[in-house]
């Protein structure tokens, strides 16, 4: 079993634009320790609840991060090797877990073995790294050569992992990464360009490197399932449930977050099996939830969902404060910096700070909301009601999005004259009826969170 499962909370932090890092690096100037702005931050993120620290690319790059120059040199716009080091200690210190980017279907055009291509053509001893490299034509950035690159951005240059040295090198770099970081997971930067041979190798070096690591792939669109299995990676980005959590909100159509939910964990649902699926309200290449959703009085409604549904849910930084951000064509507009002591004493309009910490530990408290299955007991256009089950433990989930008062009667089978007290509203109980019907009243833009007993 890995150390990343069904106990645990992220927060997912973009360094360089947290850390406030000049956009791009000049490859000379001494590492900057931004890093260890973080240290300050971490009492913050553990009353969100959070217990897994997912950070965002920390080695060498020319620019966003995702344009690798060195897997084994933290990037100096944020600090050196020693203070990834000390942070993830603290980290460990405290309890929490640790999970890097791992950037490996491409690099960027700084990357030592590209420049040396660069400069020695076809008499490079990397020649052999680079996907689908000819001589006889050249790329659109000049290079009297051709590749390819990554979704046709040529800054990105794909990496050809059949290459056996190019692949070693990888492995080398996570080793060094566990070693020295004591990572406890990876989150693979475009899971799903990556190859499955390559996924089958580097989940086989993984497991004799350490059982216990973690691998997390981000996967826009497909079957999970295709990455996520015993002979490749363990999760990843739920991007289906992400999309249909706003949607849902901003088309008054629960239905489809309720298709979405029964479809991916139901009695017969595909990813039963796959319980730590990444759950997201938004993240570092996607516009803020708070500019995403069209009512954002329903933002504590949608974390509601974020932290009941079955999988891991995890908060990107910022959005705790209600941040905005509408994705542009560089996206660092996503990816702000983070003044926490500033932020801290300024009012905002949508803080949703003590509200995620009150839902992370409703979660943790309840062992059907880590661990249960998903029944759906209700949906209609405006309102949405599910049960989760783990043993003796019974937690019933219920939203009202609409603006007027409902009342809610959900068919809980085996559960006549049940009992159930709204861990929301302590005061509030609710009975089931000889039928096992609940009968349940919802004020306007309202969550309840039953708990048999």
Known sequence: MTTINQNNIFYHIYPLGACAAPHFNDFQSAPQPRLRQIFGWLDHIQSLGANALYLGPVFESGSHGYDTADYFHVDRRLGSRSDLADLSGELHRRGMRLVLDGVFNHVGRGFWAFRDLQANGQKSPYKNWFSDLRFDQSSPLGDPFSYTAWNGHFDLVKLNLAEPAARQHLFDAISMWKEEFQI??????????????????????????????????????GDYRQWANPNMLHSTT??????????SFNDSNFFELAYSLNREFGAQGIYRDLPTLYNFADNHDVSRIASQLLDRQQLHLLYFLLFTMPGIPSVYYGSEFGFEGVKQSDDWNLRPTFDLPQLQNQAHAHDLRGWIGHLAWLRQSQPALKYGGYEQCLVASQQLAFCREAGDDCAIAAVNSAAEPAKLVLPLRGKANWRFVDLLNPEESFTCDPSGNLHLPMPPNHARLLKNG
């Open 238 to 247: 739920n991007y289906e449930l992400y999309k249909s959590l706003y949607s």
């Open 184 to 221: 406890d997971g990876i989150r693979l930067d475009a899971a799903d360009s990556l190859s499955f041979d390559f996924l089958r190798d580097l989940r086989a070096f993984v497991n004799h490197l350490d059982p216990e690591m973690w691998l997390m792939g981000e996967v826009i669109h």
